[in-house]
């Protein structure tokens, strides 16, 4: 057996399916991408469409009724930061990814989730894969995504989409099994039907659960969507790719400082949105 | 108005970089020799040698499942003609998981000691865990510029907060009546550490040990990006160069390294379970 043949003949292969699938199904990737940028340039647009004081004062306010007041000063203040930095819209283009990201995975590991606690067999089915998903090393992602759809941001929002499923998907039907069996027998024998028992009784107990798992998905979306500078996501990401290969050091502390407001704010967002579900739960 | 943080820190950095350049010379290259040592030791048999060794290790240590998974694996690697890269990617992990651990396990067992060290450090270590992993490699290639030791830098410090908090968890969870047995019977702290709490906390410090290896793994290749060579440069070169095919082949053999290290140290853990 000749291994060092088998290199060569591996990545002429792989050259030929890519050519053969961009010569045959272009059609459907151009479409995708077209169709994922939409979604992020109209994400934005949203976030740009206001000055970046009322953005800042609006999160400010969602910060202090999810959380405190002192953490809604500290946000507005933070964004300000960003904004006062000159790396606002680098920080809103990063945001705009994380959310169509987030919204698309959740999109489709929510039902998911909900169909895999109510069906074990779905989830034994799943649950190697979610593995699998889980035990590689995010940065490869890119790799297909970058074959299939090209450089730009349609590339990152999938790769992000992909590493984000997971703990939706997982925390989802964990919420949707650990549903109280008394209260299950409850509502069966007040007699409700299988549509009622899920709205009225499954679904709310999962919440926290649910929340906890969107908070994971976000947490993870962020890690993937800063990695996706590399392949031109644009964003905060890729301003710190440049500024790395460039050595300018004060530009890459400035937007790592952008990163790390960014992250913390969305993770105490939703982290006390969670618990504060626990609690009404309760 | 405008004003740059990094404007006032980027001094300071190169002030550290002037005044303390011995320092970190002799750091890198003390880091540099284990990588080197550990990296030429996995590199000195041919390739079918260490997989023969591994695979029986993992016959006799694991059972039949694990040696074939870990052939599968590991040729797969020579079989995709990135055996040094992998080689250099298994040996900066090992480097890294050993340094993290060995930071991160005595100060684990201070925290579960002392509740206030344990508070003190909780808000950091949750800071440090929601970061971006792409944000630890920053400060590391400012310091110790491009190459392996940046990235085996940041991997170490992104790989010490799941083992903290697991170690803080495993001693926190040893039996109590366990620890009163062992005062009564006239132990010594060393005796009662490694007889009786060590053993107890076992499985969770092997679960910590799992999310270490793993999250290195990820850093690691991530670290590509920075010079850190291995499969993670390979990655880098495939995306940035458009080569497809390299970029496949390194993306595969980093999912058979992970797969591997991942399912040994779960198979550790596994035997661990069994035996008691």
């Known amino acids: ?282 | 108005m405008e004003f740059s943080p990094g404007a006032f820190i980027a001094p300071a950095v190169d002030w550290l970089n002037t005044n303390f350049h011995p320092f970190f010379a002799m750091l890198t290259r003390l880091i540099e020799a284990i990588l080197g040592g550990i990296e030429a030791s996995l590199l000195v048999l041919p390739p079918f040698a260490v997989i023969a060794i591994v695979t029986l290790a993992a016959l006799l240590v694991l059972g039949w499942r694990m040696a074939v998974l870990a052939f599968c694996c590991l040729g797969f690697c020579l079989l995709m003609g990135l055996w040094i890269a992998s080689m250099q990617t298994v040996a900066l992990v090992l480097v890294a998981v050993a340094i993290a651990v060995a930071i991160a396990f005595p100060l684990g067992i201070l925290a579960a000691r002392r509740p206030r060290f344990e508070a003190a450090l909780r808000p950091i270590l949750d800071i440090m865990q929601t970061v971006p992993p792409w944000v630890y490699l920053i400060p590391a290639v400012m310091i110790f510029s491009l190459g392996r030791v940046p990235a085996i830098i940041a991997t170490i410090v992104y790989g010490i907060p799941p083992m903290l908090r697991l170690t803080t968890l495993a001693f926190r969870g040893v039996p109590t009546d366990l620890k009163e047995l062992g005062q009564a019977i006239g132990a010594k702290p060393r005796t009662i550490l490694f007889k009786i709490e060590l053993p107890a906390a076992k499985p969770t410090l092997l679960v910590g040990l799992n999310q270490c290896i793993l999250l290195s793994l990820a850093m690691v290749v991530l670290a590509g990006l920075v010079g850190a060579g291995g499969l993670g440069a390979e990655v880098t070169r495939g995306l940035t160069r458009m080569e497809m095919g390299l970029g496949l082949r390194a993306g595969l053999a980093v999912v058979a390294v992970a797969v591997l290290l991942d399912r040994l140290s779960r198979a550790a853990l596994e035997l661990d379970r069994r035996k008691v």
């Not at chain 1, 799943?126 to 890119?142: G, K, V, W």
């Not at chain 1, 962020?222 to 990695?227: A, K, L, N, P, W």
Request: charge should be negative; include cysteine.
């Open chain 1, 1 to 282: 057996m000749d291994l060092s043949a088998f290199v060569p003949a591996f990545d002429e292969q792989v050259d030929n399916i890519l050519f053969w699938l961009t010569d045959h199904a272009a059609f459907f990737f151009d479409g995708a991408r077209v169709v994922l940028e939409g979604f992020y340039n109209g994400v934005l647009w949203l976030l740009n469409l206001p000055p970046f004081y009322v953005v800042a004062i609006l999160a400010g306010l969602v910060a202090w009724r999810s959380v405190n007041l002192s953490f809604g000063i500290g946000t507005a203040i933070a964004l300000a930061c960003c904004a006062v930095m000159g790396l606002w819209p680098e920080t809103m283009s990063t945001l705009a990814l994380v959310i169509a990201a987030s919204v698309i995975a959740l999109a489709m590991s929510l039902p998911l989730g909900v169909l895999a606690g109510l069906m074990p067999r779905l989830e034994r089915f799943l649950a190697p894969a979610l593995d699998l998903i889980q035990t590689m090393p995010p940065y490869i992602y890119l790799l297909p995504s970058i074959a299939l759809l090209g450089y730009g941001p349609a590339t990152a929002l999938v790769a992000t989409v992909i590493v984000a499923m997971p703990p939706a998907i997982r925390l989802t039907s964990l919420g949707i099994r650990m549903t109280p069996n008394e209260f299950i027998e409850l509502g069966e024998a007040l007699g409700t039907n299988r549509v009622q028992a899920f709205f009225k009784i499954r679904l709310p107990f999962a919440v926290p659960s649910i929340m906890a798992g969107v908070n994971q998905s976000l947490m993870m979306a962020f890690g993937m969507v800063v990695i996706a500078g590399i392949v031109g996501s644009g964003g905060l990401g890729e301003t710190i790719y440049g500024a790395i290969r460039t050595l300018n050091i004060a530009r890459s502390i400035d937007a790592s400082i952008a990163i790390v407001v960014l992250t913390m704010i969305l993770d105490r967002m939703t982290q006390s949105m969670a618990s504060s579900r626990q609690k009404m739960g309760e």
